[in-house]
């Protein structure tokens, strides 16, 4: 399958069934606690800890999966870097934060030394910058 030309504008990956379902989760559970809190009963403080709950579970499920997934990404670019990058850079390969390394990774291979000097001079920082920097992106379809 042909997978669209990727850019900074169009990298995002928007779920739009995990937004909604986050939607219908958090709308009621603010209705509980309302009740909860206006009109208190035992019956409605634990359906309003139970919603609660149901709430942090949600956004728990969608926070661990993309540290592990910033995790790969990281061990990723360690390796490509490490093929990549002239000697002199090679040797501080440690010293890219996850952050750095997560906007690296859309830099064609060509590009990556330049780019990767850049940002241990201190001359790019962010993710979102080290983006901005990418001339020759290198699409990631696999992010979710």
Known sequence: ?????????????????????????????????????TNFSVGRLAVAL???????TVYYSRLFPL????????LEERIRMKELLPDDLKSRISEFT???????????????????????????????DIKKAVSSWRADHERI
């Open 1 to 37: 399958m042909n997978e669209p030309v990727q850019s900074l504008e169009n990298h995002a990956k928007p779920v739009p069934g995990y937004l909604i379902t986050v939607f219908m989760i958090f709308v009621p559970t603010c209705y509980f606690v309302y009740m909860a809190v």
């Open 50 to 56: 139970f919603a609660i709950g149901v709430m942090s």
């Open 67 to 74: 540290g592990v997934q910033d995790r790969v990404i990281r």
């Open 98 to 128: 996850t952050d750095q390394l997560i906007g690296l990774r859309f830099a064609s291979d060509e590009e990556l030394p330049d780019l990767a000097r850049q940002v241990l001079d201190g001359g790019i920082s962010g993710r979102a």
